[in-house]
């Protein structure tokens, strides 16, 4: 069941990534670009992923525990610190250069092209090389 | 067209939050692609299983809406495509992929762990996190494309 509930979950985030155009880098650098022909729509995505998630969080919190796990699982630091903030700048150049975040990446494997090979080879590179600059992991 | 493409980046917005709000639900998890993933890739444990099935569901998502041939995609200037052509040449993709993996994971999240999940929980660092992200992405996208001159 929880792999069921995994793949759906999945399966929506993929269909909402597809259906907003967010799969399409060129929308995305397209609302980067505020000094260009600016386009909105990432805002629009934004948003109703947001507005959606807050209603939903709260509605699902009203049990006392998720449906399959014994406890929900929520980040409880509140403190901002160098590591969170210069990983979200290094974050952004990244971004800002492909106009890929790691899920529109990994939801156009259906388009693979060697440009997005050499992302995504590089994104799990990344990911390595900062469990390796985090102490304790 | 803009207001067609702004009302699927609503429907497909309202997806991710469905998405978000069903594996809060039923797991108890945060939806963050990149702490999902880069788990699926160096975790043992118990979460493999539903993090494995989360990253097909992924995949197919759009693969099953390319099969079906509906159009339903939101590419800029191709209906008919469901993924964009990338921005950039190798080079470019390979310095940009290693950035976003590093940045992510130092920063403990992406644009779905802080900027959806994070902000609807109205979580600080998230919403700090968020902030400086879109910023710097700005700020590339203007030097790349503006100072430095390539594209128009």
């Known amino acids: 069941m929880k792999a069921l509930a995994g793949y759906l979950a999945g399966l929506l985030f993929g269909l909402g990534l597809a259906i907003s155009g967010m799969t399409d880098p060129a929308r995305v650098i397209g609302f980067l670009d505020v000094a260009g022909a600016w386009d909105p729509t ?42 969170l903030l210069g990983g979200a700048a290094l974050f952004g150049i990244g971004w800002g250069l492909s106009g890929y975040c790691p899920g529109p990446a990994v939801a156009s494997l259906p388009g693979l092209s060697w440009p997005l090979a050499a992302f995504l080879v590089a994104l799990v590179l990344g990911w390595w090389l900062a469990r390796r600059l985090t102490p304790g992991t | 067209m803009q207001t067609m493409s702004a009302l699927q980046g609503l429907l497909g917005g309202v997806l991710i939050g469905l998405s978000a709000t069903l ?116 700020l590339t996208v203007f030097v790349a494309r503006h100072m430095l001159g390539g594209a128009p």
């Open chain 1, 42 to 83: 990432l805002i629009f995505v934004l948003g109703g992923a947001v507005i959606t998630t807050f209603i939903g969080y709260r509605l699902v919190w009203r049990r006392q525990m998720p449906l399959f796990e014994s406890r929900f699982q929520l980040p409880t630091r509140r403190d901002l610190d160098t590591r």
């Open chain 2, 23 to 138: 594996l809060m639900g039923l797991l108890g998890r945060v939806a963050g692609i990149s702490g999902i993933l880069s788990g699926l890739v160096f975790e043992r444990g118990g979460d493999r299983p539903w993090r494995v099935a989360f990253l097909l569901g992924l995949v197919s998502g759009p693969g099953l809406l390319m099969l079906s041939g509906l159009g339903w995609g939101n590419v800029a200037g191709d209906s008919g495509a469901m993924t964009g052509a990338p921005a950039s040449g190798l080079t470019t993709m390979l310095i940009a992929g290693l950035l976003v993996g590093l940045g992510t994971g130092l920063g403990s999240g992406c644009t779905s762990g802080h900027g959806v999940c994070g902000l609807a929980r109205l979580s600080p660092r998230s919403m700090a996190a968020t902030l400086v992200f879109v910023l710097v992405a700005m």
